[in-house]
């Protein structure tokens, strides 16, 4: 095999590797049925979270506060008050985020939370 094909195969291998491997952060939502708030988020920030690139650094996951809480998030302390976004890297609460007023105050807060995220090193 030449060193050319061989460099491409790594490169290729990486690249699916990166590609399926799980991301180091989430968003999750606590939320609960009858939310009016968590509706509103749903209707303005819901349909278009998972294409923006917050949605990729961060994707959202969604877990109702009245059922168990996923094994994963155990050391996540779980409010009444929803909805309640939590971000999340490496299974380790980043930032917190009580309640949705608007668009716009939820975005600037997720951008704050983003910013505290382990930067990729330098090769």
Same mark, same amino acid.
């Given at each position: 095999m030449t060193k050319s094909v061989m460099t491409f195969l790594v490169a290729a291998m990486a690249l699916v590797s990166a590609a399926t491997s799980a991301p180091a952060a989430e968003l999750i939502m606590f939320e609960q049925n009858g939310c009016v708030w968590c509706m509103r988020w749903n209707d303005e920030i819901g349909p278009a979270y998972p294409n923006t690139p /917050?949605? %990729?650094i961060a994707p959202l996951r969604r877990v109702n506060i009245h059922e168990p809480l996923p094994g994963d998030l155990e050391n996540i302390r779980v409010e009444r008050f929803t909805p309640t976004f939590v971000l999340v890297e490496n299974g380790e609460e980043i930032g917190r985020m009580r309640g949705y007023t608007g668009d716009e105050f939820f975005w600037f807060l997720l951008t704050e939370m983003l910013e505290k995220? /382990? %930067?990729p090193k330098a090769g």
């Open positions: /917050e949605g %990729k995220l /382990e %930067k």
